[in-house]
């Protein structure tokens, strides 16, 4: 039985993965790191509260078999791509250090289709430097998932994506445009758990095409 460590648990992935989590046999602990409490009717779930800008405080936390992070923001919730990018970088490295750290074997992280440290595009960039500086950790195993627009219920309204969701299905038919469709985020999370139960490479990373695939 294994004990899952949990980041971005209150995400549109995030949930999805919790709920999962709760029915699979395979995991008897499940470690919710949140900033909020969250409310779940199950004693497998564990839900630390926890200041994510003092996150090296919270080092004991991190135990377990496998950390899934799909922590993240928008630059509209933080405010600035500055402070997007203490979340989604700076947070995300902290704690991958921390599980690394504790002995943690596997590391199953949410990029970004696009992810690249060179792009042009700040968001895109950034998901290609947390990939390259989570790459040398020591977990004995390295999962990173590339999806695309995510789609299904979030708590916050964000209208771009809302119309993307409805637009892009029609428009990624075409086939030089599919490799951007979009993806439900339980099949995401479908996906993390997946990979959780399975043998693989010490660094593995999913393009959008194999996350349809579970």
Not at 111 to 132: I, Q, R, T, V, W
């Amino acid at each position: 039985m294994k004990t899952a460590i949990v980041i971005g648990a209150t995400g549109l992935i995030g949930q999805h993965l919790l709920n999962q989590l709760l029915t699979d046999p395979t995991f008897s602990k499940v470690v919710a790191i949140t900033r909020k409490p969250i409310q779940y009717n199950s004693k497998k779930i564990v839900n630390h509260v926890v200041d994510f800008n003092k996150l090296p405080s919270y080092s004991a936390q991190f135990n377990g078999n496998v950390l899934f992070s799909c922590l993240g923001t928008t630059k509209k919730q933080a405010g600035s791509i500055e402070n997007q990018r203490i979340v989604d970088v700076g947070y995300q490295y902290q704690a991958a250090k921390m599980a690394a750290k504790n002995g943690v074997a596997h590391y199953v992280l949410v990029s970004s289709s696009g992810a690249n440290k060179n792009a042009n595009s700040a968001y895109f960039k950034m998901k290609g430097e947390l990939e390259n500086m989570v790459k040398p950790l020591s977990f004995q195993r390295i999962s990173i998932l590339q999806p695309s627009l995510l789609l299904g219920e979030r708590n916050q309204f964000r209208l771009g994506e809302v119309l993307s969701s409805y637009l892009l299905p029609i428009i990624c038919k075409l086939p030089f445009l599919k490799r951007y469709r979009p993806i439900e985020g339980a099949q995401v999370a479908k996906k993390m758990i997946s990979l959780s139960k399975q043998q693989g490479e010490q660094c593995e990373i999913y393009s959008l095409d194999e996350l349809f695939n579970t």
